[in-house]
């Protein structure tokens, strides 16, 4: 009896695809969410390593020019208004509001160094927007997918001790798929939600520091411009 029932056990398929072909509808909706959430992960992943490594060389090489020695007009004016590098835009925010507070006979507009100020930290938040953008995401993923898996589990094992009792059989070859089938819900969300806390403590962490980055310019930046207007 009991080679019989090997025996049927080992003719079951026992694939991740056979699975998830034998599994009911909700554990399969469960698992496609999973599959795509998991995808999509990984393409915010890998599109954040490239945006904060492209954002840290133009910040070190925005830094090596501004600390050049070239005047502040003749960097903004080679630069422009609207530059494409993150810690450029700060520097372009301050300076844009800074020929704005100059009067035409030169003097400065009362409030200058507030105004400036206020509209690099308004830089700063608009690519501190930037930079986070898509790690809510990756929050949720980590947060929630073991649970949608576990669902799926929950969902599975109940049909299939339906199964079971429908068939009055509790032998290997019946118990088996449903409880393979069900435990890959599982199984996916954990491999959603692992990569997802991972790499958002991860970026979190590199956006953060960066962002510190930008901060301190602007501080410095607005350190050499207070001495300007005192002198």
Known sequence: ?????????QEIDFSMWALFARATLIVKL????LIVASFWSWAIIVQKIINYRRAREDAQQFDRAFWS????????????????????????????????????????????????????????????????????????????????????????????FIEIAAQQNTNLAVVAPGIAEALL?????????????????????DSDRIIAGYEAFADEFSTILSRQLDS
Request: hydrophobic content about 50%; proline content about 4%.
């Open 1 to 9: 009896m009991e080679t019989e029932i090997l025996g049927a056990a």
């Open 30 to 33: 469960v698992m496609i969410l």
């Open 69 to 160: 020695g070239e005047p502040l007009d003749e960097l903004f004016d080679k630069i422009g208004p609207q530059p494409e590098g993150a810690a450029e835009n700060v520097f372009a925010a301050g300076m844009m509001e800074w020929r704005r507070s100059h009067r035409q006979d030169g003097n400065l507009i009362a409030g200058a160094q507030a105004r400036i100020d206020r509209s690099m930290d308004v830089a700063i938040a608009k690519e501190s927007e930037k930079l986070n953008s898509g790690l809510s995401f990756l929050a949720t993923v980590g947060s929630t997918a073991p649970f949608v898996g576990l669902f799926g589990t929950v969902w599975g094992i109940m049909n299939a």
């Open 185 to 205: 819900a599982t199984g996916l969300g954990l491999l959603a939600a692992i990569p997802a806390v991972i790499f958002y403590n991860m970026l979190s962490g």
